[in-house]
């Protein structure tokens, strides 16, 4: 019988806690980047241009890729975890990119890259201060 004190007690699969919300994350900036209307799109108010959309959205990709590999690696320093997670949100910001240079209507930008990057920073930036404070 499992105890308080059971680590298996409280042990969830990685890969359904930690990695397949990333990959789902993944998958729905890839769907939206393969709509030719997007850019069309009305943003709302908050949001006076496309470069805080990509922020918002990679801020989203960088705290769970920082909870993921934070998961994966927990031996790794909080920094490193950081850099690693940052690394990955501008490497899937610029499959993002070229994928959307793939997609009539669409077009890459350095400016939407660099928000890519900005957001999956401060998303991770974000996890790791929350998970050191609570």
Request: charged letters at 15%; aromatic letters at 14%.
């Amino acid at each position: 019988m499992a105890g308080a004190g059971d680590e298996t007690a409280t042990v969830r699969p990685f890969g359904l806690y930690y990695l397949l919300p990333v990959v789902v994350y993944c998958l729905g900036i890839f769907f939206l980047s393969s709509r030719s209307d997007l850019g069309s799109m009305v943003p709302p108010a908050w949001m006076p241009n496309d470069k805080m959309a990509h922020l918002a959205l990679y801020a989203g990709l960088g705290l769970l890729t920082y909870r993921c590999f934070q998961r994966r690696f927990p031996g790794w320093n909080p920094t490193v975890v950081l850099l690693a997670a940052t690394v990955f949100c501008v490497v899937y910001g610029i499959s993002d990119e070229l994928h959307q240079s793939q997609v009539p209507g669409r077009e890459p930008s350095w400016l939407d890259l660099l928000a890519d990057g900005a957001g999956g920073y401060a998303g991770a930036r974000l996890w790791m201060l929350a998970r050191r404070h609570f």
